[in-house]
């Protein structure tokens, strides 16, 4: 059954390649920004360029999933171990159901790599992500403060929800 507001048209997942990394760094800035903007440093937001998202993206190709609604990139997650390390959807899939299925599916995939307990850390202050991560069933389990690159070298203090989730195996 399809849940009200959500979209089944078009819907599809695949590995990320390195053709998708331009798309990838234009969505993971807009969603960085959509998320964080309001509360991040503003070291930190001047360190968060289109530039250096897709430098830190050079890694991604060949794994995690990359969303496609409607023949558009709309989203993507990637996992390093048993770390959901990025998840982001696009503005043009934000209340279509695809966070939703993206999870599953990254999910779904980890628990195929053998992952049995998942984690992902979600910013302090990033309420939408924070409700959307608890109604995925994911257990806040505290806060934990961490560091970021500051994209030149640098690190910068920043103060993380830790998520945890056990996945069961395929």
């Known amino acids: ?16 390649e390195a053709d998708d990394l331009p798309a990838l760094a234009a969505l993971w800035h807009e969603a960085w920004r959509a998320g964080h903007a309001s509360f991040a440093s503003p070291e ?21 999933l990359v969303a496609w609604l409607d023949g558009a990139i709309a989203g993507f997650a990637y996992w390093d171990g048993a ?9 043009n899939a934000r209340g279509t159901g695809l966070a939703a299925r993206l999870m599953a599916a990254a999910e ?13 850390f979600c910013a302090e202050g990033n309420a939408r992500a924070h409700r959307f991560y608890q ?4 257990r806040d389990a505290g806060l934990e403060a961490t560091r970021v ?6 690190w910068l203090p920043v103060t993380c929800h ?9």
């Open 44 to 64: 930190l937001t001047r360190a968060r360029t289109p530039e250096r998202f897709l430098a830190r993206l050079q890694p991604f190709a060949g794994g995690g």
């Open 162 to 170: 830790r998520f945890v989730k056990e996945l069961a195996c395929a």
């Open 149 to 154: 690159s500051d994209g030149a070298g640098g």
């Open 83 to 91: 770390e959901l390390d990025q998840f982001h959807v696009g503005a």
């Open 135 to 138: 109604k995925a069933g994911w």
């Open 1 to 16: 059954m399809t849940a009200p507001g959500s979209r089944t048209a078009d819907l599809s997942f695949r590995a990320i």
């Open 108 to 120: 779904a995939a980890m628990a195929a790599d053998g992952v049995t307990s998942a984690h992902l």
